[in-house]
């Protein structure tokens, strides 16, 4: 017989509230898609491994740990932490007090605070913390992959990794190769000697030195004994297990690459620059266009950079989309709003007026009658469903001067002005069409399934593209030749509202980063939404490792430049690069 | 007041039978959260009665309902005057349940953002005490009762066969309601017994009403039912509680009729008041109506479907719902700003033209359903399209013939459904001259699937336990594949990994420290899902031998290096959930004679000598044990007799033998030659003679551990404990063995 828990009857009583935690990529674009893309495309480069030479000092601080260790009661984690702590003091005295560019040491800023009243004093490292979570935290994994220790598989009999902690870490030829190299030229310094020893003080002169022979920046140096092994890693110039590293390789080589021809345009290289090359082949400078030539042996990798770029612009458009249904949300307070009144104020007069006139359209082209082929249509795309061949055709119409074009779209969405408005709404709606659109030719090709298989693992919650498109033409049939309004309205309901819903429980089991509420026919926030968090921060952390390779400079300006070396070691390596 | 969470009144023990009903309701907030509460995630049966309008609108969303109609069902309410609109729940256990009686719906923001008033009631049946309970339980049994007649499609003659069967069982749904019905006890009261306004005024009997106060929502447009209580109680003392922005006070209608209400404005924000109380004093008592009822005449005059919690004496509990957490300020009728939500209105029905009304599958391939498909759509084709929940196209399209309104039977085919596990889409497409039309897509009634029973224990305990030793392993994949399909038994074997434990420190319970690298670049072929890929019979067997093969490795094999006799048992359950897997899946034809018959003798030769094959040069367990033990063979005589492990190694032997012995004559395996003649007596003297070199070195591993051969009985007891044979097998063994001994 069951028994009862309280016979008591719970009478009257109110229900209780779960509060909206923080909300970071609310629609799980940037999680999901993009950073399933980049790391394929650039394994081992993560958006919090920029810096190079940590891809030695790491190895080292094991090495050193082995070597010269005094301290028995020393694990190998606090060990390569205390090490580091000593280099992040010996870069900020090298630096007079300041931080490393191109990315500081982890700690840096306590360290410089540290440094302002111990200029000339001694560092007891068994009192001095400057960081939580050391440097190994972020850079461990890409170690592993890059084969810097011993893994499970090279282990006589792979159960023995029961009996293993982190202790037992090995380095691999590879990894001990790493750190003997940047021991020669720190090993014999006083000061790691003096931290490896039990009392762990040194001065910070001798911390000096460390820095000024083994910092970050000092990579760059061509005599830097662990800069051509770096290069040869990085560039998958040895034989490395799997399929990942000669993708990372034709990356960073596409990178070079295109920075060495805009350079000889007289443009500037930077993220926006590589993103207009690899979508479309080319810059819009203020007084032309600036035709690019990818190489054919790097045709490959340019083209799924391109699908990157695909989701990339998709997701602005989503966030673009739910930034502005926040905001709209937020002004109506608890009253909320019907989505079918949203959805109608993109179609107002005066958005309507606006999108003609920014865009240089008639208003019946964005009505919420017409349809994306109509608009397109006054572009000279010939009105019809959307297959391969309309779909090239945009491609070739809307260029990166054209009005419609993705980056100028995006830039629109970014500014507050504009996202806060129904006119924010309706741009990032064309940009998701322009783009999805835009995509359709590469459905079926190896680029489209690549795309798929990379970035997709669930098929409800992965917003990439492809499934866009499919969910479209599954809802719609031929949606490109139904009205906006209808667009809207699914797209709203099924990729914004519902998506967000979804993605709140992927976040927290109780579903708590969620910012909208439903109520029968009304949607509410629970609070605001300012930003569009979309990006590619691998990008920045692979150009970053290309400086200090000493493939890549930036001048004052920011300007980037190839260095001289870089260059001649772009045209050995392309020559060896195969044509695919 | 502290709040309560309302997933936290679900946490009772599982339900034989929920019946939920809501007006609206949220798959995905319901299936991620309530769902997984204890009363429902392993409730027998679970029903959610809800709005047919609501349903509709549900169907228009690409609804992320991984488990609709599959382990809960939703039965549509049509009312023909209002809406569907109660907020009971009853939740049915063998002589006990729980009465659940609100404002909110089934979805995220009422179980979880909105303000609303809860109300749950345990009943007990047989203990003398609670009898008003037990009536209100009765009372909530007969409302889901009522609904049947106004439920929609199969869902309703599904619900309506669980109820009768519960019926059958419970006694306390037979007991009278009517003693309790007084005034004086709590009540469950719906409008399927009339308005509430006439329940109302018949549980207040006439007396003078001092004071009432209304909480609400939603209002009539007109005041309708503000004015009412004005003229039938001119003396009471009105007073309201609404939130501005949200509620729908009809302030103008208000102050044209010169309604003299007190209002009080509740701050709560970001949350929205959704809260329906009405309660009263008299002189010395009062009471309360809290449920679904807005103020309105369609909730309070029984054109909607509500129901409400009736308490008596509630003056404390009201007087409580306000405090410093949660506070009301008077405001003046004219500065209240009402919000622009009107109460829930009737849906539009589907379309006319096209659609799907009900479909139900009937047991595993028969698809039933009822459509129409209208003369003036000038279809040319129609068919039914077929999707498992989250997939972006139909797998199947099956042709269907164009009537005007009727319903047909389709046989699908095993490999269209057999895999799915999750809730199934169909709708219908339709080819006209002017293109594809589709109809609004529908879950599929997976009627068999409806009903949990977990055949053997608890699933999740025995998975716990399968892990721990691998025994049930072959009962728990039947009923996994039952239930979620072949796909969900490769991807658990997939992932299966038997506990290793020989008694060394730290070999259990710990975490382990991994380095493997990853390589994440995915080839330019598309994942087999986009394809909808049903999975064939041979993943299974791939499956099947993975699993041995990372077992033998893993786990026995590292046992025959340590040699550690605290591992013995622990070798042993793996021994034996990879014989028995093996052998069950060799009976259904899945896995073949020589893979089972390989795998055997590996394990037989880890256990005894090694494998030749192993790198390392690594002995077998009994040859490292005997190492190890040299001191001391006893210890290792003693407990391998006590675990019967010779007995164990030679009934595996036998097995493997038995699987070799057809190729000598007979076509059918040995263990189904139940005849003893002269020839199969022959065969199977010549039995035990099969695979020479395997005896010889299980005899040698034996030997040097200083083991005896098993006896033909100990065997036998090995055999049995395999409980995998059926008797006509163990007695073909049994024979084998006598006439072998002979």
Known sequence: MAKTSNPNPVLLRWSKHTPTSKVQDPLGTSLRGSARLASQLLHCITSITSRARYFTFIPWCVYDYKLREQNPAADLRKAISLREQALTLGCVSNHDGKACQGGALVGSRNAIKWFESHRSGEADFRRISFVKNPALDAYYNSLVNLGVFVTDEQLPDTDEATEHTFDDIELSALGSELASRYDSCVGRLKAVKQIASSERQCSVKSLKTWGSRGGLCELADPLAPDRSLLRDIFFCRMPMQGESHPVRRRSLLLILELCRQLNEAGCVFNHSAFSDAVYYGELATEDEKVSVHVPSALDDIATRWRMFYFHYYMSVAFEGLFSGLVSRLVDAELQGEVLASVVSSIYEENVVGEIAELFGISTDAFSGQSSPAALFATLGVPLSRLDAQVSKRIDSTVRINSGLAEPLLEFLIRRPQFRHRSTGLAVSLILLVTTIARYRQWEGTKYGNWFISAAAYDRHLDLIPPLVSTYLASRFGDWWNCSWREIAAFVLSRFIVQQHRDMSYEKSASGDSCLLQVHETHICTTGSYDKIGVGNPRFGSAVQILKDLGLLEQTEDDDMFITPEGEIFLTAELAQEPVR | ?742
């Open chain 2, 1 to 742: 007041m502290k709040y309560l969470d309302f997933p936290s009144l679900l946490d009772s023990e599982p339900a034989n039978l929920a019946l939920l009903s809501t007006f609206n309701f949220d798959p995905d907030y319901f299936e991620r959260i309530l769902l997984r509460c204890r009363a429902l995630s392993k409730a027998r049966r679970i029903a959610i009665f809800m709005d047919a309008g609501q349903w509709m609108q549900l169907r228009l969303q690409d609804t992320p309902a991984r488990w609709l109609n599959r382990r809960y069902l939703v039965v549509p309410v049509r009312y023909s005057s209002g809406v569907f609109h109660p907020k009971l729940d009853l939740l049915i256990h063998d002589d006990s349940g729980q009465v659940l009686c609100g404002s909110n719906n089934l979805t995220r923001a009422g179980c979880s953002h909105n303000l609303e008033l809860v109300n749950s009631i345990r009943f007990h049946c047989g203990n003398g005490h609670g009898a008003e309970h037990v009536a209100l339980g009765k009372s909530a049994f007969r409302f889901f009762e009522m609904l049947i007649e106004h439920s929609q499609g199969e869902a309703s003659a599904v619900v309506e066969s669980w109820l009768k069967e519960e019926k059958r069982f419970l006694g306390w749904t037979e007991e009278t309601a009517a003693s309790h019905q007084n005034g004086e006890s709590l009540q469950l009261l719906h409008t399927l017994d009339g308005s509430l306004w006439d329940q109302l005024q018949k549980t207040i009997a006439g007396a003078p009403l001092k004071r009432m106060l209304v909480i609400s929502p939603f209002y009539d447009a007109d005041g309708e039912m503000l004015k009412r209580v004005r003229s039938t109680w001119p003396k009471c003392r009105l007073e309201v509680i609404a939130q501005q922005h949200t509620s729908d006070l009809p302030v103008a209608a208000i102050e044209k009729a010169h309604i003299p209400i007190e209002l009080r404005e509740v701050g709560c924000r970001p949350r929205r008041l959704h809260a329906k109380l009405l309660a009263w004093d008299t002189e010395g008592t009062g009471g309360c109506f809290v449920g679904s009822a807005n103020f309105t005449s369609a909730a309070w005059d029984g054109r909607n479907i509500e129901a409400c919690l009736f308490i008596p004496n509630p003056k404390k509990l009201t007087e409580a719902l306000f405090d410093s957490t949660l506070h009301t300020r008077s405001m003046h009728v004219g500065d209240f700003v009402a919000g622009n939500e009107r109460e829930p209105q009737l849906g539009d029905d589907e379309s006319a033209l096209l659609s799907l009304r009900s479909a139900v599958l009937i047991g595993a391939h028969s698809l039933q359903f009822s459509y129409r498909c209208s003369a003036a759509l000038g279809a040319i084709a129609l068919s039914i399209t077929i999707r498992a929940g989250g997939e972006p196209r139909p797998r199947a399209a099956i042709g269907v013939p164009i009537v005007e309104d009727g319903s047909h039977v389709l046989q699908i085919e095993q490999q269209v459904l057999a895999e799915i596990r999750g809730s199934i889409l169909i709708s219908l497409l339709a080819q006209t001259p002017d293109g594809e039309r589709e109809s609004l897509p529908l879950w599929l009634i997976q009627e068999d699937r409806l009903t949990y029973e977990p055949s053997v224990g608890d699933s999740a305990n025995n998975q716990s336990s399968i892990v721990e030793d691998g025994f049930l392993l072959p009962e728990y994949l039947e009923e996994l594949g039952k239930r979620e399909g072949a796909s969900a038994l490769v991807e658990f074997l997939g992932h299966l990994n038997l506990h290793f434990h020989d008694g060394a420190k730290g070999s259990a319970n710990r975490r382990k420290f991994r380095l493997r690298r990853s390589d994440p670049f995915h080839p330019d072929v598309l994942p087999e899902w986009w394809h909808s890929a049903l999975f064939a019979p041979s993943d299974l067997r791939k499956a099947i031998g993975q699993f041995v093969r990372r077992h033998e490795d893993r786990r026995l094999k590292k046992h025959a290096k340590r040699g550690n006799i605290n591992g013995m048992e622990n070798f042993l359950d793996i021994f034996v959930a990879i014989v028995r897997l093996l052998y069950v899946y060799r009976k259904r034809t899945v896995v073949e004679r020589d893979t089972l018959i390989h795998h055997i003798s590996r394990c037989l030769l880890i256990a005894t000598t090694g494998i030749k094959e192993i790198k390392d040069g690594s002995k077998g367990y009994l040859l490292t044990l005997s190492h190890n033990l040299q001191g001391n063979r006893k210890v290792l005589q003693h407990f391998a007799g006590e675990l019967n492990f010779g007995g164990y190694l030679d009934a595996a032997l036998l097995i493997a033998q038995m699987e070799k012995a057809p190729t000598c004559k007979h076509e059918q395996p040995a263990s189904e030659w139940v005849a003893v003649d002269g020839a199969a007596k022959e065969e199977k003297k010549r039995i035990r003679s099969l695979l020479p070199q395997l005896r010889t070195q299980l005899d040698k591993g034996l030997l040097a551990a200083g083991i005896r051969r098993a006896t033909p009985k100990r065997i036998m007891s090995a055999l049995e404990s395999f409980e995998m044979m059926s008797k006509d097998d163990l007695a073909t063994y049994r024979s084998t063995l006598a006439i072998h001994m002979h």
